[in-house]
C-alpha cells in the first residue's frame, strides 16, 4: 500500500524522523539527546580515518570518541589525501551500504551485524581515551546487535535505513559547523588538514564532502526503493 506521494507508509515514516532529527541537530537544546546517533557517526567516521590509514600503509595510534561528539584518529605515514577525507566520504558509504543492504530483511540483519562485528574489532584494537566515547561504543554494539536479533519485517527495514541516512547525512548536519570552522585556518580539521596539504581552502573540501553525502543518500534512496522488475511496488 503507497499514501498518495507514491511512498510506503514506513517510507514515508522514515523521511518524516529523518526530517525531524536534521532540524533537532540545529537545536541546541534538542541536539544534546541526539548524541547517541553522533557518537555512532564518529565511531564511524574516525573507523574510516583508521581503515583507511592502515590500507595505505599507515600506522594507527589511537581512535578518541571524545564526549561532545567530536573525535581524532592520529596516524603516521601513509596518503594523506585518502586518509584525512575517509572520515566524512567513509561514514556516508557505510550509510548508504546500510541502506542499499536493506531492500531485504536478510540484508538488513546482515548490514547490522557487520556493522557489530567492525564496531567490536575497532573497541577493542583502537578505541582508546574518553571513557564516555568508550561507553558510547559499547552501547551501539549491544543496540546493533539486539535489532538484528529481534527486529522483523518493516521495523527491521526501518531502523536499518534510518540509521544509514544519518551517517549520511551528519555531514549535512555538520556542514554549517563545518564551513565556519573553515573560515579559519587555525582551526584543526579534516578540512584544514587538506589545505595545509593541497593549498585548497578548506571551505571547499566541505562543501565537497557535503555534496557527495547528499548525492550518496539520494542515489542509495532511489535504487534502494525502486520497485523490482514485473512488479507495480
Not at 533537532?24 to 573507523?47: C, D
Request: charge should be positive; proline fraction near 4%.
Amino acid at each position: 500500500m503507497k499514501s498518495p506521494n507514491g511512498l510506503k507508509p514506513h517510507q514515508s515514516s522514515l523521511i518524516v524522523a529523518t526530517a525531524a532529527t536534521v532540524i533537532g541537530f540545529l537545536i541546541p537544546g534538542v541536539q544534546r539527546a541526539l548524541l547517541p546517533l553522533q557518537y555512532l557517526n564518529t565511531h564511524l567516521h574516525e573507523l574510516s580515518h583508521a581503515m583507511t590509514a592502515i590500507l595505505t600503509g599507515a600506522q594507527v595510534e589511537r581512535i578518541v570518541v571524545n564526549s561532545n561528539g567530536s573525535g581524532e584518529t592520529p596516524v603516521a605515514g601513509g596518503i594523506l589525501l585518502l586518509i584525512a577525507s575517509a572520515g566524512y566520504v567513509g561514514a556516508s558509504m557505510f550509510g548508504a551500504g546500510m541502506i542499499y543492504a536493506s531492500r531485504t530483511e536478510r540484508g538488513a540483519r546482515g548490514m547490522l551485524w557487520a556493522l557489530t562485528c567492525l564496531l567490536t574489532f575497532s573497541m577493542i584494537v583502537w578505541v582508546r581515551g574518553d571513557s564516555v566515547g568508550e561507553i558510547a561504543g559499547i552501547g551501539w554494539i549491544v543496540v546493533l546487535a539486539m535489532f538484528a536479533t529481534t527486529l522483523k519485517g518493516k521495523p527491521l527495514l526501518f531502523c536499518t535505513q534510518f540509521i544509514g541516512i544519518q551517517q549520511c547525512l551528519n555531514s549535512l548536519t555538520s556542514l554549517l559547523t563545518l564551513v565556519q570552522l573553515s573560515m579559519s585556518t587555525e582551526v584543526h580539521s579534516d578540512a584544514t588538514i587538506l589545505y595545509d596539504a593541497t593549498g585548497i581552502p578548506p571551505v571547499i573540501w566541505a562543501l565537497g564532502w557535503s555534496g557527495f553525502s547528499l548525492g550518496l543518500v539520494l542515489w542509495t534512496l532511489r535504487k534502494s526503493w525502486a520497485p523490482a522488475p514485473g512488479r507495480g511496488g
